[in-house]
């Protein structure tokens, strides 16, 4: 079959059609990719870039991962050679699920690794491209000091900003269009529904691979570069024995959720109540390797991690309360009492109140003056006045003493200042929480609770066993917005914070913000946020196993 026959047997009219299609609907969503990459993924991108250099007001040296030992110590390079392996992991799991997709359809798509290397070029390539033209735009700036600034000037020097970084757009130029040609002659030469799948699969194939060997050596390098640093200051860094002992702890942990897992299946007591003690067993060998940790984190910056608590502190006195009150007020609701429309709206107005308005009340309502009307309240009930938002000392730890009670510093609690700002977000977000929560009471059969009536249960065994499982979806979705949105929460907290305080209210995105905007450390303020975005990652994953998994959908 000539060339002629095969491009007329491969573009069918059925198959022009779809292409047509296809072509009209990436054209409906350009315009929204282009946005998501130029406010979304292009200021990522651009912040990461940041992160790595010595950024005060203007760029300066690239010092690599500098800004993050300074955070976080030594578990930068523990969290780099581990982002690394997932990387490879990932690009082991791609090629086994394409083998066994061509098993299943009897393709040999190994081919196919050609045209999906030169499109992983072309992605590499286009990165490269904008790590060296970043520097000559961000240079225009300093090329316009001293000189009368008009449009042809400016012209002139974007044009230059150009040209200095050709041969790298020539780069990616010829592979852009070396990849089109070799992914269409693949295309035209070996027919299949699934060509196209392969090449994709493949090119994220060969991006993992790429990524984890290349952050395994730059972290390597970065290790070698840290040991030869110690060597002249005479300090030992330890972070090879800190990676092995970090590494052994989490594969015991890995072995023990197997062994823990697998006890259930198993016939025999005996057999059980073995899997279950070698799983204890190396659980705690693998929490003495994990040891490490804080050794770790006392070398990170203590501020960052001050403001890690707060914010734990902060959204475990949140979350928890916002959901159990809403789901109780949308069950009342729910019940259609006398006057519930008007409560419905009265309980959803904080939340559309602007905040900095309500945090401005209620920074007056708990004023440490004896006239503020909480402290009223409090001295009409017979009690002592307290500092409120200028208090430090943690809620615990004044009670233990009103109570003459000696009470260890550890177990403090957070501080009266942030319980404040904890009962705020609490009053704002319920009434948003008691909408969502009605809005899934509605999608719950009433035929289900009339025929657990029927059978004699009581209203408590029919919230337990039907209304609370069935709500799970909707726990499980504010609890995730919930736990984000207090992890990033700024705005109210930077209304309600005070100096006398003792920075026990400043959360992680305070202690960015500080970095950024009064110290001026841009490229550490970017390396904080990248941390603070780790956190959230990894919350988001955890919730999703833990919770996502006892997720009932009906």
Known sequence: MGVTERIQAVFTPR???????????YLYIAPAVILIFIFGIFPVGFALYVSL???????????????????IGGLTYVLMFFIALLALVGAYLIVRKVLRMAEEHGDRPLLLLLPGLLHASVIGALL??????????LAIGDKLVGREKTRELFNQLLGESFRAVRPEFNLFFYLLIASAIVGSGFFLYRRSPRNSTYQNQFMMFWLALAAGIGLAYFTYSEVLTAYAVAVETGEDPGIWPQLISITGGLFLFGVAWKLWGGAANEASNRRFWLRILAALGLLVGGWLLMGEIPQIVA????DLWKGLKVTVFFSLGTVPFQLAISMFLAILLYEKLKGSEFFR?????PYVTPFIASAAVFKQMFSNREAAPINSLLKGLGMLPQDWLFEPRGIFEIIARSLEIDWPDWAAGPSLALVVIIIHSVWTYVGYNTVIYLAGLVNISKELNEAAEIDGANQWDIFRNITFP????????LSLI???GTFKAFATIWVFRESLALGTVDTFSVAIFTEFYEKLRYGYASAMAFVLFAIILSLTYINNRVQGSKVFYG
Do not use: C
Request: charged letters at 25%; zero cysteines; glycine letters at 4%.
């Open 470 to 477: 069935l709500l799970s979806p909707t726990t499980y979705f």
């Open 128 to 137: 490269r491209y904008l790590w060296f033209q970043l520097p000559e735009f």
């Open 299 to 302: 070398s990170g910056d203590q």
């Open 345 to 349: 709206m009265a309980y959803f107005l």
């Open 482 to 484: 919930g736990i984000i």
């Open 53 to 71: 250099h010595r950024w005060r007001i203007k760029r300066s040296d690239f010092i690599a991962l500098e800004n993050y030992t300074r955070a």
């Open 15 to 25: 198959r022009i059609r779809h292409l047509r299609e296809y072509f009209t609907g």
